[in-house]
Nanobody, 109 residues
């Protein structure tokens, strides 16, 4: 079971950190992913982190986001900098086909 938190409303240029906690999951042996889905758009992959902490990101992020893994806490985070209106979406974490309920991020002036 996955649970996201940390979403909110903020102005362009702001920063935010999302968290995803995993329970009832052998957390340390699976890679984890952050996705997002903007209104009227398909869900898209944002970032992936392997069991050893290697991270990869979608090209469109331009190095603004950082995914981190905390195996002892069964948690991953997504730190987002310089947020823009295009980043407005519901953000989800996923592993092995299991999804959280998502957390809303809204960027608006």
């Amino acid at each position: 079971q996955l649970e996201e938190s940390g979403g909110g409303l903020l102005q362009p240029g702001g920063h935010l950190t999302l968290s995803c906690s995993a329970s009832e999951t052998p957390f340390t042996i699976y890679r984890m992913h952050w996705y997002r889905q903007a209104p009227g758009k398909q869900r898209e992959l944002v970032a992936t982190i392997t069991t050893t902490g290697t991270a990869t990101y979608a090209d469109f992020l331009k190095d603004r986001f950082t995914i981190t893994r905390y195996n002892a806490q069964h948690t991953i985070s997504l730190h987002m900098n310089n947020l823009q209106s295009d980043d407005t979406a519901i953000y989800y974490c996923e592993t092995l086909g299991a999804w959280g309920q998502g957390t809303q991020v809204t960027v608006s002036a």
